[in-house]
Structures are given as C-alpha cells and as structure tokens.
C-alpha cells in the first residue's frame, strides 16, 4: 500500500522522526517492511506491506502511530484536533437527521454498528485541491466532492464510507439485511450480480442498494446532479464479508479493511471527518445529530501481562514493567499496573491482540528484537534423543526403502463422503470417530475435512504414477490422520500416525532378482506388512482375518490385529469401483499400519543353534470347506503336539473337477528336524498318521 509521508506528518512530527529514512527503518522494526519509495513534488509516497492481520495500519493515522510509538515522540491522535476545529458540529444546521433518514438493522451479529450523516443542497464543485492533491499521489482516483471525501477518510483514519444520493432512496429509510433469493444489484462498477441469501446488504423500502462493505450500488449512486448525501459508516462481520467477495470474485479498498476487521469506534469520527470535508468542497448544510445504530454488542478486549511471562518469552531480564506500561501506552493500549503483573485494556483497533503473549510482541516490537541477547539453551549432551513413535516410525520408514518404496506425501484434506466412504469400515475398526473434522474456511471447500485414513490419498498418488507409463510401482507415506474426538486444549489427540503403503503393476521381492519380476499380489503385500513390523512383531504373533470393505475386492482383504486383538492394520485388493473411478485397469494392494497399535518388544532376542541333522519332508493333501481358513488349518497343526515339527506352510489350493462343490484341495508341507539325531522315515509317518486323524475329527477334513 502507498502512504504519503506528507499525510502522515499531519499525525506526527516526520521532522523529528528523521526524515524519510529514519521513517523506513522505524516502520521495519515496528514489522512493515518498505517496498519501495517514490517522490511526488516535495512528498515522499511510502510502499509498505502491511501484514493482514494489522487492518489498523492500512491508513496514515495507524502508520503514524507506530512511527510515533517506535520513535517515542507525541502522537497527534486527530487531524482536526490539531486545527482546533469541531470536526463538523457547528456547520450543523435545519431538521434532525432522524427526520430525514432511519436505519433498521435486522442482522445484529452481522453488522454492530451503523452510523449515518446527511448533508444536503451541495453543489456541483469537485473536492478541495488538497483533498484531490493527497488522494492523487497515493495512486487514487478523484470522482467527486462526496466520493472523495470517504476516499480521504478512508486512507486518512482506516474507516471505509459509502455516499448515497439520499433522493434517489425509497421511503429515504436505509435497512440492513441480508439479500432475498434470486435478488439481483448493479454495482458502481457496472457489473451485475445474482445476490444469495448469505450476502448482507443495504437496502432501501424497496430493494438493495448497495453490497455491504464490499461496493455500493449503481443507482443509488451520487452523480453530479446530487443535491442531498448520506454519508454511511458502519462495522460489518468479517467472516461475511471475505465470502460475499470472494464468491462474486470483488477486491476493493473498503472490502479489504473490512475482512480484516474495521474499528467499531472509528465510525462517528469518520462521518464527522467526511461531512466536514464534503462541506468545505461543495457547500450545503449538515443536518443536526448523526444516527448511530446498534446491533449485537462488541466486549472489551482485556489481558493481564506478567513480569515472569515478558522476561521468559523476551529472554531479557533487563525489561520491566515500567518499560512496558510505557510502550503499551504509546501503541494505545490503556494500562494499569498491579504489582507484578500490568493490566491491559486492548484499544479497538487492534483485532489482532487477544491474549498475554500478544502483548509481550507488542512490547518487544518497542523494545526492538534485535537488542534482545542471542544465546544457547543449556544441555546435557549431543541431543539425538527421538520420542519412541517417531523413532518407531523412523524405522519402518527404511524398511519400507529397504524393500524398494518410494515415500510421497498426499493433502491431509479430503472430502470423507466421497473419498473415504469405501474405506468407512476400516475407519470404523481402527476406532476413528463417525464425524469427520472439518475446517472452518478451507482452502478448497469441495476438501474441507481432515483426512481419517491415508489410504485414499496414497490410491490416489498410484493412479497419477500408472497413467504417466509408470508400470512398477510401491509407495508409501507416515503421517497424521485425524480421526479422533479429541480435546480442543489438547490439539494433539484428534490425531494418531499411520503407515501406509500400496503396490501395483510388476513387482520383485528384492532388487536381486532377475528379471522384470511379476504382477504383484496379494501375498506381495502381506509379505511387506510383516517384514515392515519384524523389529516389533513376529510373523506368527500377526492375527489375520478376513475383513470386509467397500474399498476392497470382495473376499481379497485382510485385517491384522495384535494377541490383544488391537486393530494393527488392513490389506486388501482395491475394488473394482475404487479402481474404475480412479481409471485403474491395474490391480492395486493397499495397506494401512496403526503405529500406535503396534507393541513395544518386550524383550531382547535370543540366540538359538540350528540343528546340524537333516530335515524330513511330508505332504499332505486333503479335502476342507472352502470357508475354512489358513490361520484355523495352521493353528491346529501347531497346536498338534507332533515332536520335531520344525515348519508348516500351504504348497497348494485346488477346486474345479473331482473336488466337491464349496470345498477346497488342500496341500501342506510339513518340515520335521531333530536336534539331537536323524529322524526315520517310520517316525514321520507316524506322526503325519496321527495329524491325520486330527484333520478328519476336528476340522471335517477328508482323505482320498
């Protein structure tokens, strides 16, 4: 924004400030950074970027505060106080205001306050030379006498104005409202728009006549035949504000101040401030009296600031509270010191101010950062030290790499009713909650929830891989997800970590292998899974049991929990919905890890020889329900009691002819090794003998 060295000197002495660059390196350290400058005539135009969170500082008054409160000389809070004049009381004259005009508001919240004057029987002549001269070298076009005069109020003290040509208002009443369906407003600019029921506008008996903080309405307008103004002030929800322009795509001075938070207190000044200069330019008379319309109360803002607070966050010992009352003071803020501690009453210009630790800034902006002592905090060692889930997760990071994924990052914001509803079971079984958390102004409102599984994203990352030729392909991410009620003082427990990784295409189960490798499987990912959690978990100590999604092919998923049967994780075939939605014609597995699921080692491994006797094979084939599952089948085996059983593993599956129908072909091998002798061939018979009578008992298994 363009400031007027000039303009700011009518607040503070610029001379003694030091000139141009003393001003510039003052507003660096009060935190506006100088762009660039510029000279018109004897004036020198100030570039400033100025943070949105400082709407005060959008005008020459709240940058000349600053350069005042920095330099530590007198602030000069009122242009018209400093001429001795009344600020346009005493050109006051013919009926009430209130017998001209009225002022309904019927969105309290919306808009606290309005404010209006009339000024009537002006004449056609432009505003004042310096008004235009000033308006003119910050880059601002002169219109007219009134439209000028809110212009200057609005860079001169930071409170946007509107003039109406009252004549041209129905029953000359204004009411504040929110827009009717379908109603339709011409605005100054020519363009026309389609209001919805969220917009806040000013109307008259009739209709609307102007978009409220944003820009006023062709109609209404004033024009060189205006003979009688109504000059508006007034303070409008921010919130309210920024949708209405960013909806119908409107940026203007007024609407940035206003979506920034305007000063409720500013109003009354301004329209004073405004009709004086409109007076001065182009004649008439000011009706007595001003109307001030209330809404919904604004509270006083108040914050304690404690001596232990500045020092710890200033790192200073030297501050005081003496220096700090007295810098609060100079920034307007209005203190009481207690003790201890100041008591801070926070002016109603500053919107950004709420708390302690705002206040210790503002003190430290006086002070200046760059006095304050650069040093180390102590410790007791080299550090390195890393909280057990993130070194957990740290972990199964360089497994992941290790097995050959490559890591991506996917967007925590997601729309859940879409992209996570496939996966809702899976959210449901690791305990998330059945809410998602939304956030209140997303960046993209078709993603305004916080993702509850990473699963989708990573599907997602797949699909851009395989549709730009990539046919090899194993992913993985950690992150958050937030899928947890939490407490809002406790940010942290609305989220748990996650593991996530997905393979499709071709795929080698080491980068040894010959070859171009195979299509991946099932067994590819489950083999991955394991591997991943082997510092924590044995393979057998893995439950598994088939789980049901819709994010998942029927019958191709598996969920994995802990011998407390905790939820560990999920694997399974992406869906042939989730795949055509995404144009896969590759099969895609996918996997999610629970970190916090996964148990700590409980004690250091072991050591034990191998046995230098030879291994005896045995197969076994025979015929189970197809409903029966591996993990039952193996868990039998184990539990058998046979001597020696070194290893079980499935060889084979088989249904088609001779098999009956809803039944499997089954094929085992069973590895037997003695530690202390070679075993025969009778005693392995034996015992597969004795494992076949259990089959055929226990697990209606038949033979040929």
Not at 15 to 27: E, N, T
Not at 240 to 268: N, Q, V
Not at 569 to 596: W, Y
Not at 597 to 620: N, T
Request: proline share 6%.
């Amino acid at each position: 924004m363009k400031f007027s060295l000039a303009w700011i000197g009518d607040f503070v002495e610029t001379a003694a400030v030091g000139g141009p660059d003393r001003a510039s390196r003052i507003l660096e350290q009060a935190g506006f950074p100088l762009e660039s400058t510029e000279h018109s005539g004897s004036d020198t135009i100030l570039d400033v970027e100025i943070t949105p969170n400082r709407p005060d500082a959008m005008s020459h008054r709240g940058l000349a505060r600053e350069i005042a409160a920095m330099a530590g000389l007198p602030f000069i809070p009122s242009p018209a106080a400093s001429g001795g004049e009344d600020r346009g009381e005493g050109a006051a004259s013919g009926p009430e205001v209130h017998e001209l005009t009225s002022v309904t508001i019927e969105v309290p919240r919306l808009c606290r306050r309005f404010g209006a004057r009339v000024v009537a029987g002006i004449g056609g002549a432009p505003a004042m030379e310096s008004v235009r001269a000033r308006l003119s070298a910050i880059g601002a076009k002169s219109i007219s006498a009134a439209v000028d005069a809110t212009n200057y109020v609005l860079w001169e003290i930071g409170q946007p104005l509107h003039a109406f040509d009252l004549d041209k208002l129905s029953g000359r009443r204004v009411v504040v409202r929110r827009a009717r369906k379908g109603e339709r407003l011409v605005l100054l600019d020519g363009s026309e728009h389609e209001l919805v029921v969220s917009d806040v506008v000013v109307a008259d008996a009739e209709r609307a006549v102007s978009l409220a903080g944003i820009m006023g309405g062709l109609e209404t307008a004033v024009t060189a035949q205006t003979r009688n103004v109504l000059l508006e002030a007034a303070w409008w929800d921010p919130t309210a504000i920024r949708k209405t322009a960013r909806r119908l795509s409107l940026h203007t001075d007024a609407s940035h101040r206003f979506e920034r938070g305007a000063d409720p207190e500013a109003i009354p000044e301004a329209l004073d401030r405004a009709a004086k200069i409109l007076l001065e330019s182009a004649g008439g008379t000011l009706a007595a009296g001003r109307i001030d319309a209330r809404g919904a109360a604004w509270k006083r803002r108040k914050a304690p600031l404690r001596l232990a607070r500045l020092r710890l966050l200033a790192g200073e010992d030297q501050l005081d509270l003496d220096f700090a009352a007295q810098a609060l003071a100079r920034l307007g803020f209005v203190v009481s010191q207690r003790g201890k501690r100041v008591q801070v009453e926070v002016p109603s210009w500053r919107p950004d101010v709420s708390i302690e630790d705002d206040l210790v800034e503002e003190v430290l902006r006086v002070y200046g950062y760059d006095r304050l002592p650069s040093s180390l905090p102590p410790t007791q060692g080299g550090g390195g030290y890393l909280e057990p889930l993130r070194e957990m997760e740290e972990r199964i990071a360089d497994g992941a790499v290790a097995v050959g994924l490559f890591e991506t990052m996917t967007s925590p914001f997601v729309d859940r009713a879409s992209e996570e509803k496939p996966f809702s079971e899976w959210i449901a079984a690791a305990g998330g909650a059945p809410q998602p958390l939304s956030v209140a102004n997303p960046l993209d409102q078709t993603c305004r929830d916080l993702r509850s599984t990473l699963l989708p994203g990573l599907v997602d990352a797949v699909a851009r891989n395989v549709h730009r030729g990539e046919r090899t392909l194993g992913l993985f991410e950690i992150g958050r997800v937030f899928d947890r009620a939490g407490d809002p003082e406790d940010p942290p427990s609305f989220e748990s970590r996650r593991f996530g990784f997905a393979l499709a295409g071709n795929w080698r189960a080491h980068w040894s292998a010959p070859g171009s490798g195979r299509r991946a499987d099932f067994f590819d990912a489950k083999g991955v899974f394991e591997r991943l959690l082997g510092p924590w978990l044995e393979p057998e100590a893995i439950d598994w049991k088939s789980f049901a999604s819709d994010g998942f092919a029927p019958g191709s998923a598996a969920l994995a929990t802990t011998a407390a049967r905790d939820p560990l994780g999920v694997i399974g075939l992406l869906s042939r919905s989730e795949r055509e939605r995404r144009k896969l014609t590759e099969p895609v597995f996918a996997a999610e890890i629970r970190v916090e699921a996964i148990p700590p080692r409980g004690a250091f491994a072991h050591f034990a020889s191998y046995s230098s006797f030879p291994p005896v094979e045995a197969d076994l084939s025979f015929v189970c329900p197809r409903e029966s599952e591996w993990k039952q089948i193996e868990e039998f085996v184990r539990s058998g009691g046979l001597p020696d059983l070194e290893s079980v593993r499935l060889v084979d599956l088989y249904s088609g002819a001779g098999v009956p129908e809803g039944s499997v072909k089954t094929t085992i091998r069973l590895v037997f090794r003695s530690a202390e002798k070679t075993l025969e061939q009778e005693e392995v018979n034996e015992r597969v003998a004795r494992l076949r009578e259990g089959l055929e008992k226990k697990l209606g298994a038949s033979f040929d």
